[in-house]
């Protein structure tokens, strides 16, 4: 593509779950648990969940699928409960993921925005243990406690690229809370002299796009049904803790249609010698399509000269998930 490097953090293999999720959702479950973060282990979690009889708590949420399969994951390593609502359209596939660790889920009518407020109001009903990675009104402690587990990919990534640092980093966001974890992190890191950073989001569940388009201040929902493959980008409503973040720091906003993304899954599933071949699914290859896309398409040369892009470029890229959808990654790609 005509850069010097291209780094993709490979999430498909994370705790067996197909996609980095976890990383979040184990975090702020032990917050929540212990109260204590300085001597944090997984014992202790499990052995307080086992003390107030785990049997007894339950934790729910809302999902497009990867959040809802890691709370469930995590409950059942805990012995607890887990119920997980999803939007309507969900494919089975996803479902059963979730099923299989026991959750009770369930698909709603309506949309994933819908399925976050349903998941709210059931645990304020039954004083279940509401385990969102969107924050809103007053619901900002847990969800920054699953943005600040996301940070690990951030400390994983200068390790494996052995202190090298990014000139460009491509962010998805569907909510947001990855793309500001990893935005404050690269901050905090690097203050005014880190990389440049691209959002990314389905063309039609672009939140950030248009509340930087309106450009106010303020963070602009989409209502109603958000049709997309990427089914883990497709929210309508920004996380209030992830959008001053994104929108103070983050340079450039795209939206893609799926097309891009479906590139982008052929893209790494056919890497060559010495790369090695990364199973990414429609949420994950949407910044590979992207900046293959920007870098082979002539039309687009002045905006790559307007961001930098070009042969010194060191570019690091975030394959989220894996085939969390296996028929369609085969349609797309071909492989099995």
């Known amino acids: 593509m005509g850069v010097a ?3 993709v953090k490979d999430e498909s293999h994370r705790f067996g779950l197909n996609a980095f999720k976890a990383l979040g959702a184990s975090y702020a479950m032990a917050v ?6 300085e001597h944090m282990s997984f014992d202790k979690v499990q052995a307080q969940v086992t003390n107030d009889n785990g049997s007894k708590i339950t934790f729910i949420a809302a999902t497009d699928g990867n959040h809802g399969c890691a709370v469930a994951w ?6 607890a409960k887990s119920v997980v609502y999803m939007p309507f359209g969900s494919k089975q596939v996803r479902v059963d993921a979730i099923r299989k660790f026991g959750a009770h889920v369930e698909v709603i009518s309506g949309s994933y925005d819908d399925a976050v407020s349903h998941a709210a109001n059931q645990a304020d009903t039954h004083g279940w243990t509401l385990i969102q990675d969107t924050a809103w009104g007053d619901y900002t402690s847990l969800p920054l406690s699953i943005m600040q587990g996301y940070t690990t990919l951030l400390t994983e990534v200068l390790e494996q690229i052995e202190q090298q640092t990014p000139t460009h980093v491509f962010l998805q966001a569907g909510v947001g809370s990855m793309a500001a974890a990893i935005q404050a992190a690269l901050v905090e890191r690097y203050g005014e002299s880190g990389p440049i950073v691209s959002i990314v989001e389905p ?3 672009d939140c950030y796009f248009r509340s930087m388009q309106v450009a106010d201040g303020e963070l602009h929902a989409i209502k109603g049904h958000l049709d997309t493959s990427m089914a ?5 409503t ?4 992830a959008w001053p973040l994104i929108r103070d ?20 599933a056919s890497a060559v010698n010495p790369d090695e071949s990364v199973i990414s699914g429609e949420s994950g290859a949407v910044t590979t399509g992207l900046l293959a896309e920007l870098m082979n398409n002539a039309a687009h040369r002045e905006l790559t000269h307007v961001m930098s892009l070009g042969p010194e470029s060191k570019i690091l890229l ?3 998930e894996g085939d969390t959808d296996p028929d369609n990654y085969h349609r797309i790609t071909g492989i099995p």
Do not use: H
């Open 74 to 79: 995590i409950a059942d390593l805990l012995g």
């Open 318 to 320: 975030i394959s989220t």
């Open 5 to 7: 490097e291209i780094w």
């Open 32 to 37: 929540q648990i212990l109260g204590d973060t």
């Open 238 to 241: 920004p996380s209030s803790l």
């Open 249 to 268: 720091y983050s340079a450039f906003f795209f939206k893609c249609n799926d097309q891009v993304t479906e590139s982008g899954m052929r893209i790494l």
């Open 232 to 236: 883990g980008l497709a929210c309508g």
């Open 203 to 205: 063309d039609n569940a």
